[in-house]
């Protein structure tokens, strides 16, 4: 399966290869709707099954959608999606907290029925190394 997605062999050498004590993060960066969550879901069992252990995860940025009823608060409910409804600063401290912490982190996740966040939804063990992070404004 590797062979469809020809630069994991890169990201799997430059992991292999890193003297970080802290964990490898993978940005993908996308517009709505363009792969990005399928991507970042589909790429951790690959390269798990790549290096024959658990090393890889993945961590999107939709579960920092602000929740609805923020949004409604402060009347930006029509622009949901748009950069300011997210709480960027909680996403970066969890971003930061993934990379630096050597333990098991829960994170937030997206969940699409309810058009809202689930806190503690997903689980990075402290084995996960590598995080496959997505998310429209990474960049």
């Known amino acids: 399966m590797i062979e469809k997605y020809p630069f994991l062999e ?3 050498a430059r992991f292999q290869r890193k003297e970080s004590p802290y964990r490898f993060l993978l940005g993908i960066v996308g517009a709505p709707a363009s792969g990005k969550s399928t991507l970042a879901e589909l790429l951790p ?16 940025m939709d579960g920092y959608h602000r929740f609805n ?5 402060r009347a930006i409910f029509p622009y949901k999606g748009s950069h300011f409804t997210f709480d ?4 970066m401290a969890k971003l930061v907290e993934i ?13 699409r029925k309810v058009k809202d966040p689930t806190p503690d939804a997903h689980t990075i063990l ?4 590598m995080v496959v992070v997505e998310g429209n404004y990474l960049l």
């Open 69 to 73: 009823a923020a949004l409604k608060e």
């Open 88 to 91: 960027v600063e909680g996403f």
């Open 45 to 60: 069992p690959i390269i798990n099954s790549e290096m024959g252990v658990e090393v890889a995860t993945h961590f999107n």
């Open 99 to 111: 990379k630096e912490a050597d333990r098991t982190v829960k994170c937030p996740i997206y969940d």
């Open 126 to 129: 402290r084995g996960h190394r």
């Open 10 to 12: 890169q990201v799997i």
